[in-house]
């Protein structure tokens, strides 16, 4: 019996063909890349890895994105293998590590990795679950890294979602891991049915007829959802027409209709045996309150014996919780929820908060979850259906329509595999949100189109790990191998080609002007060379007679009389307010025709100085209709006693040469000279030149796109060693040999994105003698970023003296590495963000939940209590690497204390 045959003999299911195919890949000796769908089975090839690896002896390391996707695949693994044989790594959590498998977030892997772990040895296989995570900007670097250290032997079994472009991601992974089978498949085991719900009505999204097809093959919109979307417009549009308080005043506006409420689109799907059901919201406070509604409406979903079994689960997972911190955690109202069958879920919520609710959810007992677009990452929470509220969110800068691929990821949490026969994906139709109208829609649904962007790029740690370990030439080697690398190679092809069409024509232009080809391209390039510096002059007059009337408007105080040479506000004024800003200058004036307002540079094309002066009242009531009269009049009357070159002119005045550059006029007389100036048909061969040098620019600018992508990733490592080397981490050693230093071996054991000014503060001592609460603060402001709005709306003041200190310090060396950044073009390291600082030092001190959340919301806001413990547990992470890496054996004592002292209370109850 083959390895194969006995794994699959142990399944309570018979393997689909891709899982077979990629097993028999497997076995054979190769690895594989398997892209198939959310919810095919594609961790089964995964699992297999671990079969081999146990039935050989060997080591197999299985690798997941997130913490909590680690957890599950341990518990998932320790129920098939027993714990003896299964441990876990996820940075904070360290269980039976030296088993032959071991499941451990990406992170870790790559730390060991560069460390040259013993823990290495005797290992066959690594999976990587969810490899298309290469495309997350900010962790995403970790896989490329991993893939390209493993050594050689080490079979890599690489499981992704659907890709569109799954063959240039495979291209690569046999290019530098060698022989690899790649398994594609889009078909979903269970599929999935699109429907829109209108009102309380749900529709087909599609007409699944027989006759219900486009010419193309794609489905047609069903008709049936058409008319009953138009026939709703026409009511709305008609009750609109109604006089008000027949129809326009009615609630909820445009004719009264109104999407069906949370509770009622819960009960609607109830109704239709759609239930458990996922509802994506992109926004925690958005779950949070869809949950409240729920709990305020008669709703319940759960009987009295499943209501039992989760009360029983709560009390079990929240045993730990203190019982004074679960009021401010919203224990008894996120208890109610759970016990009606509700449930939110988000990276905002208490860790046990949201396992809960995930083992809930799996468990059957929990049957509507709210939550954001981090549950479609892998955790297994598989629905019957999941409800779209919008199809619009936020993507940290703008507001902007989900893609295809996003839909179908979110999406492909509906359908259970091995429990449901069919999985239903929902739209709310709202009549305001064009991004929800059934055409589009339909394109989402029907488009397949995710393709895998590598955001890979080498950063300090990457830099002084990879030197360490190879040499500047072979880093460099090795960096050329990424998949960014590999992609932006191919996309030089592109451009190469368009480069050399571009070369062709500009060979055919200069063969049809023949002998003047030559003469006709100077002169053509002397005139272009005349608009640009007259657009530049031009440019240049502009802004000096901006600057002038910014300095006038400026320097006008009460009583000055200015004469507004341009817009509609034209005509004399009386200044009543001086500016108040000088960089942009707006005084409060009223002009002769007895309007009052402030003006601007922009009410100007002239002159903007005062060309005499009024004696106004002390106060000037210039809102009053008669007042604004009576002073435009006494304006009127002191205008009259000026001279009329001063009424023109003012202080200010700029006198505009058009020919002041002299360059510009012996551009000219250049021109005129020219022996093309007096060439027959001279226009005609000149508009053939001007579109040779079109072509030359755009072929210029393809040139530098090549030169930019060409090595890319080699020039930044360059450049980040040049500023590494003039820093001390390390030092030349000959013409392409480099030393790393005990610096740069500091360096190395810093793994964060603030890695290199960790490294600065340790080595300079700069955190030296702070105590372990105030070095926990510390190192929260190199860690921490606030969420948009959520973040304190100014820096909280130190809550010590000596923290005050040390973060002016800090800030001295950030401020001096972004100069040194900047001169190396480097991107710049973000700034210390001191937002977290008092809370993490108050829990340090007392362990007082309620204190350190008050001490953040003082300083700005609210912070949920999840990302409380997020946040406790990254400076954890960071406090962990200090208490390995500083020089200082103080400060390593802090670390390590500091370390005991944050670990505690909530930061340590179900720390996955």
Known sequence: ??????????????????????????????????????????????????????????????TTPIKALSNQKHSDLVARYGSERIGLLTGDVSLNSDAPVV??????????????????????????????????????????????????????????????????????????????????????????????????????????????????????????LLRHIAH?????????????????????????????????????????????????????????????????????????????????????????????????????????????????HHAGMLPVFRHTVEELFAAGLTKAVFATETLALGINMPARTVVLERLVKYNGEQHAPLTPGEYTQLTGRAGRRGIDVEGHAVVLWRPDDGAAEPSEIAGLASTRTFPLRSSFAPSYNMTINLVSQLGPAAARALLERSFAQYQADRSVVGLVRGADRGRK?????????????????????????????????????RLQRRRAANDALAELGKGDIINITHGRRGGLAVVLEPARDPDDPRPLVLSEHAW????????????????????????????????????????????????????????GHVDADPDIDPELIRLRQRLRSHPAHEVGDREAKLRQAERYLRIERENAAVDRKIAAATNSLARTFDRILGLLTERGYVRAAGAEEVRVTDDGRLLARIYSEADLLVAECLRTGAWNGLNPAELAAMVSAVLFEPRGSDGPAAQPDPPTAGLRSTLAATRRLHGDLRREESRHRLEPSREPDAGF???????????????????????????????????????????????????????????????????????DVDAG
């Open 1 to 62: 019996m083959t390895e194969l045959e006995a794994f699959a003999a142990e399944l309570p299911f018979a393997l689909d063909d891709f899982q077979r195919r990629g097993c028999a890949a497997l076995e054979a000796g190769h690895g594989v890349l398997v892209c198939a769908p959310t919810g095919a089975g594609k961790t089964v090839v995964g699992e297999f890895a671990v079969h081999l690896a146990l039935a050989a002896g060997k080591k197999c390391f299985y």
């Open 232 to 344: 709703r417009r026409e009511a709305d549009r008609m009750l609109d027409a109604e006089p008000r308080g027949r129809g326009r005043g009615r609630p909820g506006g445009r004719g009264g209709y109104r999407p069906p409420s949370r509770p009622d689109v819960i009960a609607t799907l109830d109704r239709e045996g759609l239930l458990p059901a996922i509802t994506f919201i992109f926004s925690r406070a958005g779950c949070d309150g869809a949950v409240g509604q729920c709990l305020r409406s008669p709703l319940r979903l759960t009987t009295d014996d499943e209501r039992a079994r989760i009360a029983e689960i709560i009390d079990r997972r929240c045993a730990d919780l203190a019982d004074g911190d679960l009021a401010v955690l919203g224990y008894h109202e996120w208890r109610e929820g759970l016990l009606r069958g509700l449930a939110a």
């Open 505 to 541: 024509l500009l060979a055919e232009i200069t063969r049809d002007l023949g002998e003047d080809a030559e003469p006709i391209l100077d002169y053509a390039r002397l005139r272009a060379a005349i608009t640009d510096k007259e657009k530049s002059q031009a440019r240049s007059s």
């Open 837 to 907: 600082a008092p809370a993490v030092y108050r829990w340090a001190t007392t362990g007082d939940l309620t204190a350190a959340l008050m001490e953040f919301e003082s300083s700005g806001g609210p912070m949920p209590a999840g990302d409380f413990v997020r946040w406790c547990r990254q400076v954890l992470d960071l406090l962990d690497q200090v208490r390995n890496a500083a020089p200082d054996p103080a400060l390593r004592a802090a670390a390590k204390r500091a370390i005991a002292d944050v670990r505690r209370g909530v930061v």
């Open 103 to 224: 499941v451990m977030t990406t992170e870790v892997l790559r730390n060991m990795l560069y460390a040259g772990s013993r823990a290495l040895d005797g290992l066959a296989y690594v999976v990587m679950d969810e490899v298309h995570f290469l495309a997350d900007r900010m962790r995403g670097a970790v896989w490329e890294e991993v893939i390209l250290h493993l050594p050689d032997d080490v079979r890599l079994v690489s499981l992704s979602a659907t890709v569109s472009n799954a063959e240039e991601f495979a291209g690569w992974i046999q290019t530098v891991r060698g022989d690899t089978t790649v398994v594609v498949d889009e078909h979903r085991p269970v599929p999935l049915w699109q429907h829109m719900l209108v009102g309380r009505r749900l529709f087909d999204l599609f007409d699944y007829s027989k006759h219900g097809a486009e010419p193309t093959g794609k489905p047609k919109v069903d008709p049936e």
């Open 596 to 651: 009052a307002g402030r003006i601007s540079t922009a009410d100007y094309s002239g002159p903007a100085g005062a060309i005499g002066t009024m004696s106004l009242p002390k106060r000037v009531e210039h809102r009053q209709p008669r007042v604004r009269r009576d002073l435009a009049s006494a304006l009127r009357s002191a205008a009259k006693g000026l001279d009329a070159p001063s009424r023109r002119r003012g202080r």
